[in-house]
């Protein structure tokens, strides 16, 4: 039992070191932006503050070709092949912005991690096909978790080091997961849905073992795929489902409702407060070793506020949480406003109140809103619309995400943090006020239920014959 676990993680390895990598990116242009445009730090770089915004921003900008790459990249090569794309983006795109001579270079550099947006979607695929039904939650919320270090590592480390050295530490990440996916087999079910049973059922014995349980799921997972051939034979083409789509209220709806979620987590802070972390920080505090401190303090909250959001969601209904929890964040954001209001108007110094206010803002955001938006808009999709919903919201975080990323900096330097944080919140109110009037009472699932998307099909006589004499080959 051990040694499987162990297999288990073995193969997961590849997966959190490529969330661990993701949290260098994310954390990079909060050390690189203050870098390249202040003449208080050493550096052959120097930029404008516009120009830092469109090298955070290029991110996004390609993180909607990432989105429409990676579901067919993943159904025609496999899940080996497209992990070790996304591994080398992320490699690429810091050994360029290491080697960087000036800001088209890095602006490239950022593009090409772009790509690995699409990453979001293979490691939760990932997670539930290669792991233990018991334990695939866990190692939902351990990526999730390992994306928060990796930003936690890439702020502290920029307070010790320069930024080139820091984008070549955060190559040692996205290597090691392409080295260690090179040497793990092929995901099980990829292996049955391109209609290699044998390979299949070698690779799940090897990773799960042949115990009653496993073979059940081996059973269930073979006659499912072989089911779902059958059906695909004689499906309409995707085009024709994507027309459908667009053209009916049942994918619409739902299509709103997911926009809406998806702005809301973006106006929580969800990409740019940890992209722009230590401009705010240092903003309010005038000082840049306190903007140390109270970051590192606002990233080890995070992991903790991730940690126990993986609770939180099982304990309470989510409809009720989520507009708590951004009732909440959005009346914390407005005390901070207020704060800072006074203090630029009336020199009315609070000293440390806005800074862990807006720790605490973060822990609320990430322990509530953020991870609830994230998996009630794993809900709202019909089954034949799924696939369709997941490209199409993916690519809609990323144009979310891009236009953020861009505005949150000049608006820093033209509205102050006051200012700024004014026009999040009140995005975020509007947007919760509509969600509770059009937001459903969602199904009782698991984050476990949510990531692994299993479909129940009806299985043919046929399917279950076949299943049958594969598993039996030995006999």
């Known amino acids: 039992m051990v040694y499987f676990i162990l297999r288990e993680w073995l193969v997961m390895t590849p997966l959190i070191l490529h969330h661990l990598a993701i949290g260098f990116v994310l954390g990079f242009p909060a050390i690189l932006t203050p870098a390249i445009t202040t003449t208080s730090h050493v550096t052959d770089i120097?930029?404008?503050?516009?120009?830092?915004?469109?090298?955070?921003?290029?991110?996004?900008?390609?993180?909607?070709?990432?989105?429409?790459?990676?579901?067919?990249?993943?159904?025609?090569?496999?899940?080996?092949?497209?992990?070790?794309?996304?591994?080398t983006a992320v490699l690429c795109?810091?050994?360029?912005?290491?080697?960087?001579?000036?800001?088209?270079?890095?602006?490239?550099?950022?593009?090409?991690?772009?790509?690995?947006?699409?990453?979001?979607?293979?490691?939760?695929?990932?997670?539930?096909?290669y792991s233990h039904p018991k334990r695939r939650g866990f190692f939902v919320i351990f990526k999730i978790t390992a994306s928060c270090i990796g930003v936690l590592i890439c702020h502290s480390c920029g307070f010790l080091t320069s930024w080139r050295n820091i984008a070549w530490m955060s190559s040692?990440?996205?290597?090691?997961?392409?080295?260690?996916?090179?040497?793990?087999?092929?995901?099980?079910?990829?292996?049955?849905?391109k209609g290699r049973y044998e390979e299949s059922i070698t690779a799940f014995e090897w990773i799960r073992g042949k115990d009653k349980l496993a073979q059940k799921e081996l059973k269930e997972l073979l006659t499912a795929q072989y089911e779902l051939r059958r059906i695909r034979n004689s499906r309409e083409s995707v085009l024709s489902r994507i027309k459908k789509a667009i053209t009916s209220k049942e994918f619409l709806k739902p299509f709103l409702i997911v926009t809406e979620l998806l702005t809301l987590s973006q106006m929580c802070g969800r990409y740019?407060?940890?992209a722009y972390v230590i401009q705010i920080m240092t903003q309010l505090t005038g000082d840049e070793t306190k903007a140390f401190y109270y970051t590192v303090t606002?990233?080890?909250?995070?992991?903790?506020?991730?940690?126990?959001?993986?609770?939180?969601?099982?304990?309470?209904?989510?409809?009720?949480?989520?507009?708590?929890?951004?009732?909440?964040?959005?009346?914390?954001?407005?005390?901070?406003?207020?704060?800072q209001y006074l203090d630029w108007k009336f020199s009315i110094n609070l000293g440390w109140?806005?800074?862990?206010?807006?720790?605490?803002?973060?822990?609320?955001?990430?322990?509530?809103?953020?991870?609830?938006?994230?998996l009630l808009k794993g809900e709202m999709f019909p089954l034949q619309y799924k696939g369709i919903g997941i490209c199409a919201s993916g690519v809609l975080n990323a144009l979310i995400s891009m236009i953020t990323l861009k505005l949150t900096s000049p608006m820093l330097d033209a509205l102050k943090v006051h200012g700024t944080f004014?026009?999040?919140?009140?995005?975020?109110?509007?947007?919760?006020?509509?969600?509770?009037?059009?937001?459903?009472?969602?199904?009782?699932?698991?984050?476990?239920?949510?990531?692994?998307?299993?479909?129940?099909?009806?299985?043919?006589?046929?399917?279950?014959?076949?299943t049958n004499k594969l598993l039996n080959r030995d006999n």
């Open 46 to 87: 120097h930029a404008t503050k516009n120009d830092a915004s469109t090298i955070t921003a290029a991110y996004g900008m390609t993180g909607c070709i990432g989105f429409l790459i990676v579901p067919p990249l993943m159904q025609i090569y496999g899940r080996k092949i497209t992990s070790i794309f996304l591994n």
């Open 93 to 129: 795109g810091f050994v360029i912005i290491a080697v960087s001579p000036n800001v088209i270079t890095l602006i490239i550099g950022r593009a090409v991690q772009g790509i690995s947006f699409g990453g979001l979607y293979i490691s939760s695929i990932l997670a539930s096909e």
């Open 172 to 193: 040692i990440p996205p290597t090691l997961a392409i080295l260690a996916t090179t040497m793990l087999p092929e995901s099980p079910l990829w292996l049955a849905f």
């Open 272 to 274: 740019y407060f940890i």
């Open 298 to 339: 606002l990233d080890l909250m995070k992991i903790f506020a991730v940690l126990l959001s993986s609770y939180i969601v099982q304990l309470f209904n989510r409809r009720l949480l989520l507009f708590f929890s951004g009732s909440l964040s959005c009346f914390l954001l407005a005390v901070v406003c207020v704060i």
């Open 353 to 374: 109140s806005t800074p862990a206010l807006l720790v605490v803002y973060d822990f609320v955001c990430n322990a509530g809103v953020i991870p609830l938006s994230i």
């Open 422 to 466: 004014s026009v999040y919140m009140s995005v975020a109110v509007i947007l919760l006020v509509h969600l509770y009037f059009i937001l459903p009472e969602t199904k009782d699932r698991t984050l476990q239920d949510i990531e692994n998307g299993f479909v129940a099909i009806k299985i043919s006589k046929d399917a279950q014959e076949v």
